[in-house]
């Protein structure tokens, strides 16, 4: 049709007969074998001169020849029927969908979500949002558990409260399981409530593992039982698992991932998801019990070039290692326990890249440490505070685990802050000491100061509890140098042996009325509801060492103590000062 | 109270007058101040026996003094009011919802989910499930947006396609600002229906950008238009950011991420999540435009020590390698593309950790692949298949980009497959060759053979067109042989110059009436409804570098091939012979 066209010799063609518009990516129409495309084209009116109206053309005229199947893009090219474009067991993604749309499926076979019941038991339990009384506990185990199936692509169902009695239980547990692919039962924290669950699967069924060894989680159940559905003609009877879940939080979430997220994975054909690994530092020595595989939740971060893993608290009970955690470190049984500076292989909770963005705080605390990590967490970055004290801020500096610590340690030679201990702690390294925040040491006292202490010498009257500040700390020197020049005694106060490693600890102690009275900043005293009686002012800096300062990792952190919206509200606290914040009190080589 | 206690002299307790029963975790009752462990209390009955129930006793017995505080933890052990949980802006997994209930807050602020509207726009475009008639094209890019938006944390409304009209567009559009916060109109593939989305955005607002240096995603459109919500009285106006997103599925979907996403981010107040990035060696030479950010997705797998990173196929319009792609690469203008062995950084869609369990296969396709994908996906691994024909595999071995190639090379000489192109073409490499299945390979034709081809003399015949496979291909190798040994001359076949790269794609090309005609194996016959003609059998091995054939990656696939669903499955297409799979037809060193 084309052929012998050229600049000089163009061929005229009719359109819609011997040509036809057609966009990118239309078909080909049957009477056609190759595609012009349109900036070759000269389109015509009925008169053949050009036409004015582009888009309706009577005819085009054109100046060279197109080979057939020119500009034809084969059919194939993409996917073909029969051909693997997404395996079995996938997990579809938004893409996926485009793709099974456009190879022309209009529905395809997905697994069936499992149903999960939850069911929280334990006389003592209370539901969240409900008034606590004394002996009393939030139940928030089924809340994790519930959002945790829902994560692993089940769908949870989360019951109400059920009291420790057994027929209770088994009523519930038994009624759930007509309707659900597996029964969770999260047991109180009450050794009873555990046996309960024991005895409640033996009485419907069959208890498989009663405790396992492993740390934290010991008293898992596993097991099933028989249920015929709710109208099923049959009368067939159906197995439904049950696991009883530990009562302790961190064992609860524990369990739900060695345990329930396997079991999940596999009802949904998929392929049980291996979490990515890395290996790291370890900062602390981890004593394992010999007989169980020992789980740690450890924070992450790089600190220089090594990655580094701090074993987070480990009690069960500890809550907030939960959200503290950046990954899971397996210590296998027998091996009783890793020392500091040993590799361990972690499971991350969280991407790698995220963990390269944290910044690692360590020292004494000060509220202003929270404020700043609101602000970086917004510039990309994760502060991670682990508060040691300002004395062990320096030693960790020294054993290049922390990219700054927090630091007010007093010399009473000079009145002059940090630089002495730096030189004696941190010998041959380099660091900027820089000024975060001037603040208000004084007495924290409970609300309405019911022992009317007034000063220091106060203390030491009869009836008096104080909760210590633990040694190291900059509060503890300040404490000590003021009683030594007052002449007080340590001796003569009741509680000066008992510590606490925060401000906002020792603020906690005393506002539950443990003690009467310790010594913190004002800072602490607005949220808690204190009372405070001011006594000694004092600087807060922080130490970075030198290979940190100008990196990338921290220069949100030194912008920060520029931005005036971070340094108002730390200025709304109460006793801080910001008027130095940012200066740069000593650069040390 | 326990003071004095020792073993020779124990001291006696009254229960709930001088001691109470508590659980581990239960707050201390006011009245007291240390925890004695059941461990070491003997309980009595009310004669000073054991008791008999030791729920019960009346009263206990200790043989310890315990000090004050002993066994209590401190109530802010874990969290305090004040302390920084969670910072603003963190996405909450299952455990921060404990941890929420857990330090006493029934309620957070969360932010709102971001309503986005998504309009598709196109005269061609039909409903996924519809008939398609010729000229038109199935719409699934508003799916993928759409499950783009959801999994980016907003709330995603797809809406019912508008044909190309102004006004009809005008008004879709107006009506959808009105209860979203933001609106993506689709276009379909078609100048014409990008061209009407700029017009919408002008006449009702403001156009900003309208084409941005980005391949694939040009012709994107950014603007704003101002609304007054439905039932506002205040009569405000507020503005609506519109996005004109390019109809090709893949520079939709790149627009979802470049654009979209981090607008979403923003308004959910959290940081702009940068994907987790590595380091990779291109396989194959990238060519950019010089103006253009250049985004290429590739498929990535380690092999040996080396991340590798393939380009996948580059159009625009290619939506397989939307579900294909590992990773995304970019090439910042400028840069005008990039050496093959060059190192790429490459932002990852999957984990490493998955990235790791990929097992790069290359060489001839077969279906068994397909197959073998499927099995394998089950052992946890993922089998990512290049196909580029046997000796363009052998090839990739030689330069160490694969962890297998299939072969089907016929040495003419000897009638024995595969060991002289090792030779020639893997000198010194040591590799083992092993069976994977026998197949048939003859003339691949349309339903009901109208042109009544025989045999591969009336390919000759006048009218009968013919697709090819492309040199170094098995079957061109097995082609040319057989042509040579009939005598019959190749210029005289119409379309022998043509040519396809795999089997599926060839017999598309005859399905689709494109061709009458081409080679291929019986397996492809199945799906794509075609009749065969059988001409030669054949045996296709799998050529695995020694290097690979015992490591723990391909050990899943060596088991496979003793496998007996497999081998079921794979004995289940036509023409396939499973009798030889896994016989090991020699060990090259």
Redesign the interface.
Known sequence: MTEGALPTQPIVLQVNEQAVY??????L??TSDAVIPIEIVEPLDEDGNPAQDIRAPRSIRIRAAVNP?MHV??????????????????VL???????I??S?N?SITVAVQPKVAVIPTGS?LVP??DPLS??E??E??S???A??V??WGGYATRLAIVPDDLHQIQTAVSKAAKSHDLVLVSAG????AEDFTAQVIESLGEVFVHGVAVRPGHPVILGKIEVVNEGDQTRLSRSVPVIGIP???VSA?LT?EIFVAPLISRWLGR??K????VTATLTRKITSPPGDDDYVRVALGRVGDRLLAAPL?R?A????S??R?DGLALLPRGSQGKPAGAEIEVSL?R???EINRTIFATGSHD?TL??M??FL????R?LAIASVGSIGGLLALKRKEAHLAGSHLLDPQTGEYNIADIQKYLPGVAVRVVTLVGRVQGLLLQKGNPKGIRNLADLTKPGVTFINRQRGSGTRVLLDYQLAKQGISSHDIHGYQ?Q?Y?H??????I??G?VDCGIGIAA?T???DLEFIPLFEERYDLIIPQEHVSGQLLAPLVDLLENKDFKHMVAGLPGNDVSEMGKVVAELH
């Open positions: 057609v966009d990118t990516g239309d078909p129409p049957e199947w893009r084969p059919m194939g090219e993409d996917m073909v029927a029969s051909q693997l474009v997404l395996p079995a067991g996938h993604r938004p893409v996926d969908l485009g793709v749309a456009a022309g209009t003592e969240i949002g004394p002996g506990i939030i928030f185990n809340l994790i558990l959002a945790q829902q994560e924290s009450s050794a009873g009562g302790y939080p979430a739900g392929p049980s291996s979490p990515e690994k608290a009690g009970g500890v809550i907030s939960l959200a955690a909770y991407s790698l890249e509220v929270d404020i990590g609101q967490y917004q510039s990309g994760r008992n606490e925060t906002l600890t020792v603020g906690a102690a506002a539950s443990r602490v607005q949220s808690l």
